[in-house]
C-alpha cells in the first residue's frame, strides 16, 4: 500500500501536468480508489470530483443492468495485472460502461481508453487513464453495418462487380437466377449475360457504361433493359444502379452495384394500363350512347313540335328540345375521348358557342356569335353547370335580340383570376320584338337555379341599347373538391 505522502506526490503531479489539459484523465490507485479527475473528465461524465474521488471506481460509476459491466470490471483488472509486471501501456479501443442519467436511468456509453502506470515505492503506485467518449462514433458504425446488412438481405444476393477490360463478372447466385442461368452455368464473364439482353436495349447500355467507366471512380451508373430467356416468353425487365470504384484487392477499376428484378412491377404496370385502355374505351362507348338517346329524346319533341298549331307549345317544345341537344353538345365536348376530372372551360365555350349558334342558323335565323375566353380549369360538373347556363341566357340573347329579318348579334366573354371567374354574355335589344316572343319563364327560374348551384352572383341590366348579363363564380381549389366528394375527410 503506497504512503499518503507518495499518494499527495502524485495527485500534485497530475494536477500541474493534466489541469488544463482538454484530454479527459483519471488517476486511480491499483485498489481502484479514484484519486484525481481532471474538469475535461468532470464535464465527459457528468460527475464532479468531490463526487468520485476517494471511492472505488465501480462505486463511483456503478455497472448497468446489462452484462456489459462485468466486461469493464475485467479488462479493468486484467489492465491492473498488466501493469504490476510492464510499463507497457494499455490501449483498449474499444470498452462499453453504461452511465446512469439525472433520472438514474442507464445509457449506452463507450469509451477508448489509454492507460500507463506510475512506479514508486518500489513498485505500481498509480495508474494514468485517458478516456474518449466515442459513443457516437459507435452507434453511428452500428447503424451502418445494420443497414448494410439489411441492404444485403433485401438485395437477395444480387450485388456485382464487372471490369470491362477483362470482362470479369462477380456476382450472386441471384443475378445467374434472374438471367436463367444454372449455378455455374454461365461462368466467370459477362457475355453469356448481354447474350440475353433484348438487342434493342443493348445501345443504351453500352452508352452507359462508356460514360461512367469514361468519368471514372465517383461515377454513378443507372441502367433499365429487358431480358429474353431461352424456352419462356416471359421478358424479365431489370433495373442495375451502380458506380465506378477501384477495387482494393486487385487495384483495377471496376463497376460496382446491384441488379433489381422489377419483373412483377413492370407486368403489374402492364396489367394497370391494359385495364386503363379498356375503361378509356368503355367511357367512349357509354358516352357515345348517352349523346345518342340524347339526341333521339330531342328529335323525339321535334316531331310533336312540328305538327302543333299552338306557338305557345311549339315554343315549349322547341325550348325544351334545345336544352336537351345543349346538355348532348356539353356532353360530348367533356367526355368524347376519355372523360376528365378538371376540364378547361375557355376551351369548352369556344366549342360550344359556334355549336349552338349553328342551331340557330338552322331554324332560318342568322346570328353571329363572338366567343373570347380565358383559360379556365373548373371541375368536370362546373364546367357542365356553367354550359348549361350559357344555353338559357344565349337563348334569351336570341330571343330577345333578334331582329326582324331573324338575325342577332351576340358576345361572350369569360375571364378569371385566381379565386373566381366571370362570364360574360351582351345582346343587341329589339324592343319591339319582345312583344312577339312568347317567354315560358323556365330560363330565368333554371339560370337562377345554376347561379345557386355553382355559388355565384347574376346581375343584368341594359345600357346604350345593350342587355348584359354577367355571372361571376368562385373557383374551387383541389382541396375543396375533395372536401365535397367526401366531407369525411374535412378537417
Given amino acids: 500500500m503506497m504512503s499518503k505522502a507518495l499518494t499527495h506526490r502524485i495527485v500534485e503531479a497530475a494536477a500541474l501536468l493534466y489541469g488544463s489539459s482538454t484530454s479527459p484523465m483519471l488517476v486511480y490507485a491499483p485498489d481502484l480508489t479514484l484519486l484525481y479527475a481532471n474538469a475535461a473528465y468532470e464535464r465527459m461524465t457528468g460527475r464532479s470530483a468531490g463526487d468520485i474521488l476517494g471511492r472505488h471506481m465501480f462505486d463511483a460509476f456503478p455497472p448497468g443492468p446489462g452484462g456489459d459491466g462485468a466486461n469493464a470490471k475485467a ?29 438514474g436511468e442507464f445509457e449506452d456509453r463507450f469509451w477508448s481508453v489509454v492507460q500507463w502506470p506510475v512506479r514508486g515505492d518500489g513498485g505500481l503506485a498509480a495508474i494514468i487513464q485517458q478516456s474518449e467518449d466515442i459513443t457516437e462514433k459507435v452507434r453511428q458504425r452500428r447503424l451502418t453495418d445494420m443497414v448494410r446488412k439489411s441492404a444485403e438481405a433485401v438485395s437477395d444476393l444480387s450485388f456485382f462487380s464487372y471490369d470491362p477490360d477483362t470482362d470479369r463478372f462477380d456476382r450472386g447466385a441471384g443475378v445467374d437466377a434472374m438471367f436463367g442461368f444454372a449455378a455455374d452455368e454461365a461462368g466467370p464473364v459477362a457475355a453469356p449475360f448481354f447474350d440475353r439482353i433484348v438487342p434493342e436495349d443493348l445501345p443504351a447500355v453500352y452508352a452507359e457504361l462508356d460514360r461512367a467507366f469514361g468519368l471514372g471512380p465517383g461515377t454513378s451508373a443507372s441502367y433499365d433493359y429487358r431480358v429474353a430467356v431461352p424456352g419462356s416468353a416471359r ?22 452495384g446491384a441488379f433489381v428484378d422489377m419483373t412483377d412491377i413492370e407486368e403489374a ?58 346538355i348532348s353538345d356539353v356532353h360530348g365536348e367533356l367526355f368524347g375521348d376519355t372523360g376528365v376530372e378538371w376540364v378547361d372551360a375557355g376551351r369548352l365555350l369556344e366549342r360550344f358557342v359556334p355549336s349552338f349558334a349553328r342551331t340557330v342558323d338552322g331554324e332560318g335565323g342568322s346570328c353571329r356569335m363572338t366567343v373570347r375566353a380565358q383559360r379556365t380549369p373548373l371541375p368536370s360538373r362546373y364546367a357542365v353547370t356553367m354550359a348549361l347556363m350559357l344555353n338559357e341566357l344565349l337563348t334569351n340573347a336570341v330571343k330577345y335580340g333578334m331582329n326582324s329579318s331573324g338575325g342577332c348579334d351576340v358576345s361572350v366573354e369569360l375571364c378569371s383570376g385566381i379565386e373566381s371567374a366571370r362570364l360574360v354574355v351582351e345582346n343587341a335589344v329589339r324592343g319591339r320584338q319582345f312583344a312577339q316572343i312568347i317567354s315560358e319563364g323556365v330560363g330565368s327560374e333554371l339560370v337562377q337555379a345554376f347561379a345557386a348551384q355553382l355559388g355565384g352572383t347574376i346581375t343584368a341590366g341594359e345600357t346604350a341599347g345593350t342587355f348584359r348579363v354577367e355571372f361571376t363564380f368562385p373557383i374551387p381549389d383541389e382541396h375543396e373538391i375533395a372536401r365535397e366528394a367526401d366531407p369525411h375527410t374535412a378537417r
Fill in 75 to 103: 479488462v479493468i483488472a486484467d489492465t491492473v495485472a498488466q501493469m504490476q509486471a510492464s510499463d507497457t501501456p494499455v490501449i483498449v479501443p474499444e470498452l462499453q460502461h453504461d452511465l446512469s442519467n439525472d433520472e
Fill in 235 to 256: 421478358l424479365r425487365y431489370v433495373r442495375v444502379r451502380a458506380g465506378i470504384a477501384r477495387d482494393p484487392a486487385d487495384g483495377r477499376i471496376k463497376l460496382f
Fill in 269 to 326: 404496370r402492364a396489367r394497370m394500363q391494359e385495364l386503363s385502355d379498356r375503361n378509356a374505351a368503355l367511357v367512349v362507348e357509354s358516352n357515345h350512347r348517352i349523346k345518342n338517346s340524347l339526341a333521339i329524346a330531342s328529335a323525339m319533341l321535334c316531331c310533336p313540335m312540328d305538327a302543333s298549331e299552338d306557338p305557345a307549345v311549339k315554343q315549349a317544345l322547341r325550348a325544351a328540345a334545345t336544352r336537351i341537344m345543349a
